[in-house]
């Protein structure tokens, strides 16, 4: 008779762009057991939108308070049905969220938009990662920190982006001054949901996570945490008072932010007094789900990727323009957490599905159709390449004002073609990323791809290893993010000694790797020159570069590969 | 009683890219009594195509042959409800054909495509005039015309074009040398057609038409006709030997090609004998039919477009760089004809909707749907431009290796959008025409527009209005180049002693003008700031421009417009 272990068990809540997920998994192998996904339901699935504005992107806070009640409700179900589970043996949660996404709150840390006299203002809601309204001030920002000479932006790719803290919340001063008013204080989401799990909402003692203050809000332990009360005075006043109304000490995901609420526990038929760990950016904890270490790039693929490195503290790390941010203690404790990302990826097929399929693509799922044919074309041989620039750059260029961008379309161009070179236009510009982080330094000896896209499009991941001309493997788990949210659950409930040995037990690869093919990735190096052009002329001030090849280039390329053919 | 005066009338045979149309018009007024378009059956409608190469588009000459058949007899037929109508009272044939549309022909004059041994070789048919394959060939002739210092591209904007006759001929040397040993000589259909009908088709005596001669084929009597013999043969020995297999004299459209075969009218039901015109290309006559004269621009607006003037012979006229053609006597005879024109315009629309339109949009008339929500938007408001290069450039760039761009699309871009956005990219290809005709001295005074999208496309003319800041009127004539090729009928037939003369009898514009909008203007001004740099950017070698600030203004325009709305 075999040896019978006491099983133990962690929640990983995963706060995504449309949904909230709640994994429960074994803390010995990171076996999953039970999840489950509730839907937001405001909006444009979850998704406050403003007609007039396509950069504004809201989020009601209400739609976080019940999807946490409902997955972790119905995951717990769910996991009822694997022998030996009960709740009582749950012995951490961890959290994970989008960001940045602020939200006002008042003295209390209630989030203003739960006042009934700013329910329906946009401004009182949270402000989702996406929302791109305040390029302005990420601009002002930028400018004020480059004038002054301020440390402030070396970590953040030098440039500060219209999707994070202060530009969000100077941005509401400017255009919503009694929302601005009314608020006490802005807190991440990331911190608001831990606080909210154990009881303690208050914005000066609630659990402040160093991966939200470290990328997004510009806090770093070396200039003293936040940026200078006379440096945010010098944006504003009303910015220097927000200083000092969060708490002053950010502290990484492996501690815990309290214990699970009495209250909330019994919503969801959990034991009271639970750890719950300190929370941080789904792409962060899904790196750890992914089993990240030193040299291992995690692609976290979905609407948009997140792409994440580790580097030990120990050793020097260059300053690396474009990347958003390199935060010690961000994804892995002791180590330089280092993101980068592409703001949009299966949103931009997502938008081609929904706006542009024909309707003998559209019937059934548009993007197996065109898929299928898409996947029978060989490289170059459409004549296109695209720019994968729909919602903006995040990296390298840290630019949300730019465009999306088709080129080589002629008389006969097909809407499988477009698909394949809006997939192509996003591995050059995973291509790119991959590029800057080795020409500082950041050797990337292994890509691991994990989210929705990697796990069900092997078309996709063909083209990306076959651009990248590098193996991609795909994580284990579907569910990385959560998965790495409960992997903190577990480090905080005790089951390890360190988030590293959790990882090793729990994380690992698929065995099906997707290798680049040596033709493809032949011709695909000719159209990343081309990519990179129209990237370069369009993307940056002053570029010298002459695009007059690039059409001549597109169609030698596509009349020699359909000779081949 | 009313004085009865004897009805006279002409015909005019048009033959277009997908199908023939013959009008039977009233001499006295142009009044239109009968017309019929035979469509051609080979191909996909009438283009013969090579699923290898998009660049091939070919014809059978069977078809121009039962075309004419089929649309003559059918359109005396409709004629013949007309009071007073009788096949003995046309006094005048005319031809306008698509051109260059060179095919191969025998000793006899006979299309090698007619022969079993080539009926089904791809080489032997005609070439029709948006056939690229010749581009390399194209180069090799601007090429060696530039080092031997010859002045035969003066008159062609300076680059010799895929589409012309020499290219076509060289390239078929090339790439099917026993179809080119096996013709005699190559003719231009617009000569061909003439030629079956008088029964003359020996290419050493059939009248040749200045029209296609001096557009296509280098003709100029200012050095002495086609090509030297040594020029060609520099390109290729065969090519000399061509030079003399052709009339050696090119001649205008007033001017009779001789008189209907007997046979030919047997079988269409017309008297034997009468008179038919030299025939031209169907934007020379379109332009015709539109009413050309000094300062006029007729634009002919279909699948492409074609944009006509005329200039005195007596007074001064610049070469202008990148006009396809400056040829005396091209238009009307005893003027300069000046040919320019866009490679596609109602191509590139008939090719979103057949490839692009979603299925709300392309369920019954995909165009209808489309307009229905793009003419809602305002000028600058959909954030993007496009260029309008899917089938290359022809004026001002005369370079067939250029493709299509689209610029500025976001993850919430719109079909209707992409769509209005095509239509002004043919609209700034407009304006970059007229601008180019002015900068060298040749006032465009008054536009008309004729063609099917002139006819019946309000949207369309009315962007064009406001793009081009300049009234737009439609030709009265829905039907202009067969009625342009029915007024050289007219004049052939004895009807008028000057085409001039039969113009201000048979020619008008529609009560209807579209006149520009002073905000859509300025609008536009800006965003053909934007065409115009990645128009040079794109398109002109070695061009110094900066492209950073073309999506930064299109997203500034973008949400300027949307905060006015």
Same mark, same amino acid.
């Given at each position: ?18 949904? +909230? ?28 939108? =403003? ?14 308070? $019940? ?37 006002? +709150? ?62 969000? +919340? ?65 944006? =504003? ?30 919503? !969801? #038929? ?56 390199? !935060? ?36 059934? =799922?548009?993007?197996? $159709? ?21 919602? #903006? ?55 691991? $791809? ?102 001549? $280039? ?12």
């Amino acid at each position: 008779m075999a040896k019978t272990v006491e099983k133990r068990y962690a929640i990983g809540v995963d706060y995504g762009t449309n949904s +909230v997920r709640a994994l429960v998994v074994d803390v010995a192998d990171g076996g999953e057991i039970g999840s489950f996904v509730a839907d937001y339901t405001a909006g444009d699935h979850g998704i406050l939108l =403003d007609p007039k504005d396509p950069n504004l992107a809201r989020q009601s806070p209400a739609d976080y308070v $019940n999807g946490f009640y409902q997955s972790v409700r119905r995951a717990l179900k769910a996991a009822g049905r694997s022998p030996g589970f009960q709740p009582a043996k749950v012995i951490g949660i961890g959290v994970d969220t989008t960001g940045s996404t602020p939200l006002p +709150v008042d003295r209390h840390g209630q989030p203003l938009a739960m006042q009934p006299r700013f329910q329906h203002d946009l401004a009182a809601q949270a402000w989702l990662w996406k929302d791109h309204t305040a390029h302005a001030e990420a601009a002002e920002i930028t400018e004020q920190a480059r004038r002054q000479g301020m440390p402030y932006l070396a970590k953040c790719g030098g440039t500060y982006s219209s999707e994070w803290y202060w530009s969000k +919340v100077l941005h509401c001063k400017r255009t919503s001054p009694k929302v601005f008013a009314a608020a006490y204080g802005w807190v991440e989401l990331a911190d608001f949901v831990p606080g909210f799990l154990t009881g303690n909402i208050d914005p000066h003692t609630a659990a402040r996570g160093i991966c939200a203050a470290g990328h997004k809000a510009l806090y770093n332990d070396s200039w003293g945490g936040l940026p200078s009360r006379e440096f945010l005075a010098s944006l =504003d006043p009303g910015l220097a008072e927000l200083r000092d109304r969060y708490a002053r000490q950010a502290v990484p995901a492996d501690r815990p932010a309290g214990r699970l609420a009495a209250d909330v526990a019994g919503r !969801v #038929g959990l034991p009271a007094g639970i750890p719950v760990a300190v929370g941080a950016f789904d792409a962060h904890m899904g790196a750890v789900g992914a089993g990240i270490k030193p040299g291992t790039l995690v692609k976290i693929i979905g609407t948009s990727t997140c792409d994440m490195m580790v580097a030990p503290l120990d050793q020097p790390l260059a300053d690396i323009p474009g990347l958003c941010g390199i !935060v010690p203690g961000s994804v892995l404790p002791g180590m330089y957490g280092l993101e980068a990302g592409q703001s949009a990826v299966g949103d931009i097929f997502n938008w081609f599905v929904s706006r542009l399929a024909p309707p003998e693509y559209a019937r059934g =799922d548009a993007h197996a $159709n065109l898929t299928r044919d898409a996947q029978r074309l060989r490289p170059g041989e459409s004549g296109l390449v695209a720019l994968d620039w729909n919602n #903006g750059n995040r990296t390298i260029l840290v630019d949300p004002r730019l465009a999306g961008l088709l080129i080589g379309q002629t008389l006969h161009t097909t809407a499988a073609e477009i698909y394949r070179a809006l997939v192509e236009a996003t591995a050059f510009g995973a291509l790119t990323i991959i590029q800057r982080l080795e020409e500082y330094g950041v050797a990337v000896k292994e890509v691991v $791809n994990c989210g929705g896209i990697a796990e069900k499009n092997p078309f996709v991941m063909q083209i990306y290893a076959d651009v990248c001309n590098r193996p991609m493997k795909v994580s284990r788990s579907a569910q990385t993010c959560a998965l790495g949210a409960a992997i903190f659950g577990a480090v905080v409930g005790g089951a390890y000694a360190s988030t590293e040995k959790a990882q090793r037990r729990m994380t690992g690869v698929k065995p099906t790797v997707y290798r680049p093919r040596k033709a493809a990735a032949a011709t695909y190096a000719e159209l990343y020159g081309l990519y990179r052009a129209l990237h370069d002329a369009l993307g940056t001030p002053n570029h010298p570069g002459n695009l007059y090849p690039v059409m001549k $280039n597109l169609l030698a390329i596509r009349d020699r590969v359909r000779q081949e053919k």
